[in-house]
């Protein structure tokens, strides 16, 4: 009785001190004041840590808990990030019928709104919001993005609050989902099924998708959705569920040769029913780019894609190590060069590890996918920090933590940004990658010696 005593009240006041650190971080810190952003993270990780040790066995409660802190940012703009700007700039075309890849928000801006024979409700703001080199290019979001982009324009087509409401309350609907779903398929995989909340208490989950709006979460639910079906063994769901997760993001398409194995051991015709999956998956993706089709479009989203690799750069890793060499033996950046090559590695990295690995469990299976989004992280010229929602989740399934560390430490990027700019210190990011990568090291050490233990 007095342990249960103690615990209530230590949780509450945990509970008590998290609402005040987020109210903060969500009310009064500027990005740019790198000290107070860390602080409040670090702080937040460690009463999460000890509020989820404190009340492993109570699902309910670290549920609430969890839908209370995402509510506590549901009518504030964001503020590490203007990419939601771009969101409802697209989501306002798309409600009037316009195709957001045909043209970008700096053309509008530059001609008269009659020339277009549209008109976009608070345009100059939501352009200045975004930024110039945002508005200078052409979406890049695929169409299931665009379609809660797009819900967002109906509910609100005037607001730039309201809009920012309406993608908030999708995005906490898709952690819901992730957390109910990610519960059911740790316990077909006689795994404890609060481990998800490493994922739906984790403070960097609640700040980077519901804070600051990105659809890494939205996602992850399909990804998950599939891989809980395909764990039952219907392929057919399991392949339409993928395909609307590439066509949120497009990264779950990089993985899908790491299903092989899975496929091959699991399922009688395994070879005709992995054609049969890859096709779903491909015919669903293309069936929702079918409302965009032509070939300006085509041109348009592919420039857009191929920048990310040739032309952008942010807290890189091992891409940086490469462009250090470069400058030692040319004297310039060969970004351009590089950028061509990073993504014919990854993708040798993946088919290797399609065929190397046996993934007969759908465990072992989630594990490779795990490998395969680090790798890709790894080796991208850019990493913003919401990426590290993908492979956080994926970890929660796995022996792996590497990817919680990782979850903090990608924080530290955000030192880049100053009242002057955006100028990383190279030594911040080695710290991040350093500590990511060794505690990766020690896992895998630790694992050779004893059985994991969840």
Known sequence: ML?????NRTTILLVLTSLLFYLVFAYD????????LISLIGTLFFIAYKIIQINKDCFWLLTGIGITFRLLFIAILPNLSQDFYRFIWDG???SQGISPYLFTPESYIEAASNSYGIIINQAQELYNGMGSLNGSHFSNYPPINQLCFSIASVFTEKSILGSVVVLRVIIILADLGILFIGKKLLLKLHLNPNQIFWYFLNPFIIIELTGNLHFEGVMLFFLIASLYLLNQKKWLGAAFLLGISVSVKLIPFLLLPL??????NNLNKGYLKLAGFYFIVL???TLTFIPFLSSQF???FSETIFLWFQNFEFNA????????????????NMIAIIGKILPLFIILFILFFSLYKKNKSTQQLITSL???????????TTVHPWYIASPLLLSVFTRYKFSIIWSLAVMLSYLAYSTEGVSENLWIVALEYFAVLGFFIWEVLQFRKRPVIF
């Open 298 to 300: 085509i041109n348009n």
């Open 283 to 285: 015919g669903t993706v």
């Open 29 to 36: 810190l500027d990005r740019s004041d790198f000290i107070k």
């Open 92 to 94: 306002r075309l798309i």
């Open 317 to 332: 890793s091992i891409y940086y190590i490469i462009r250090w060499l470069g400058f030692k033996i040319v004297g310039w």
């Open 259 to 264: 299903y092989y194995k899975w496929f091959i």
């Open 370 to 380: 795990l490998y395969g989004i680090s790798i890709y992280f790894l080796l991208s």
């Open 3 to 7: 342990i249960t005593l103690i615990k």
